[in-house]
C-alpha cells in the first residue's frame, strides 16, 4: 500500500472504530428504552385484563340485583310489610355499592385509555428509533466490509505506519 492508502486505511479503522463504540452506547440505550416500554404495556395490560373481570363482574352483580327486585316486590306483596321494607333496604345498600363500583370502574377505563394513549406515541417513537439504529448498524457493517474490501490484508511499510501514527497523534 502506499502511503496515501494506508493512511485513508487507518483514518478508515479509526472512524470504524469510534462509530462501534457509539453504536453499542446506542444499542443500550435503545434496549433499555424498549424493555421499559414493553414492561409499561405489559403492566397496562394486566392493569385492562383485572378491569375487564371487574366489568364481568358487575354485570353479573347487576342481573342478580334486578332479579332480586323482582323477588322483592313478589314479596312485598306476600308476607310482612317490615320484612319486605328491611329486605329492601338491604337491596338498595347494594344497589348502591354496585353503582359505586360501576363509578369506579368507568373512572379505571378512562385513567386506562389516558395512559394507553399516552404510552403509544412513545412506542412508536421508540419503533422509529430502533429502525433508525437498525439502518446505522447497517450502514456500519458496509462500512466495516468496505475497508475488509480495501484494507485487510494488504501488505504496507510498517515505518509508513509510525509515520501515519504519529501525524494522528496516536
Not at 328491611?86 to 373512572?107: C, E, G, P, T, Y
Request: charged fraction near 40%.
Amino acid at each position: 500500500m502506499t502511503l496515501d492508502q494506508l493512511r485513508r486505511c487507518m483514518k478508515l479503522a479509526n472512524e470504524n472504530a469510534t462509530e462501534a463504540v457509539a453504536l453499542t452506547k446506542e444499542r443500550v440505550d435503545v434496549e433499555t428504552e424498549r424493555a421499559k416500554l414493553m414492561e409499561e404495556k405489559g403492566a397496562l395490560q394486566t392493569r385492562s385484563e383485572t378491569l375487564q373481570a371487574e366489568g364481568k363482574a358487575i354485570v353479573e352483580e347487576q342481573a342478580e340485583l334486578l332479579e332480586g327486585s323482582k323477588e322483592l316486590a313478589k314479596l312485598a306483596e306476600k308476607s310482612d310489610l317490615k320484612e319486605a321494607e328491611a329486605k329492601r333496604l338491604s337491596h338498595n345498600v347494594r344497589i348502591d355499592s354496585n353503582r359505586q363500583r360501576v363509578d369506579d370502574f368507568n373512572a379505571s377505563r378512562i385513567a386506562i385509555k389516558t395512559t394507553k394513549d399516552a404510552l403509544d406515541p412513545r412506542i412508536e417513537a421508540s419503533n422509529v428509533r430502533l429502525k433508525k439504529f437498525q439502518n446505522s448498524v447497517e450502514e456500519h457493517n458496509y462500512g466495516v466490509e468496505d475497508w475488509k474490501a480495501e484494507c485487510a490484508n494488504r501488505p504496507y511499510a510498517e515505518a509508513d505506519e509510525v509515520i501515519i501514527k504519529k501525524e494522528m497523534g496516536n
